[in-house]
Nanobody, 117 residues
């Protein structure tokens, strides 16, 4: 069964770092476009970062460019989001999304990130 499972969220102080993981089942992350989205309370879901397939080209939202890095480790079938210099406005539930080659989307369950003193 196709499944995406996120992990790595938690509480971090402003200026700190977290690395989120998204592990896929029943398909390969290296063959599909993978993205991270986030949704803060009361706000719309916001696109954050994307890594292409198979080349691995990355794209970022302006709000996270220079601070976040999306990557993948094919042997572990896992996509990562390295988040540095975190700000309170980065607080959100972060979701992993896969776009299959035929164009349908699959979403993970989300992982909570709280940036607070």
């Amino acid at each position: 069964q196709v499944q995406l499972v996120e992990s790595g969220g938690g509480l971090v102080q402003p200026g700190g770092s977290l690395r989120l993981s998204c592990t896929a089942s029943a398909f390969s992350v290296s063959s599909n476009v993978m993205s991270w989205y986030r949704q803060a309370p009361g706000k719309e879901r916001e696109w954050t970062a994307t890594i292409s397939a198979p080349g691995g080209t990355t794209q970022y939202a302006d709000s996270v460019k220079g601070r976040f890095t999306i990557s993948r480790q094919n042997a572990k079938n896992t996509v990562y989001l390295q988040m540095n210099s975190l700000k309170p406005e980065d607080t959100a539930v972060y979701y992993c999304k896969a776009r299959r080659s035929w164009g349908t989307d699959y979403w993970g369950q989300g992982t909570q990130v709280i940036v607070s003193s």
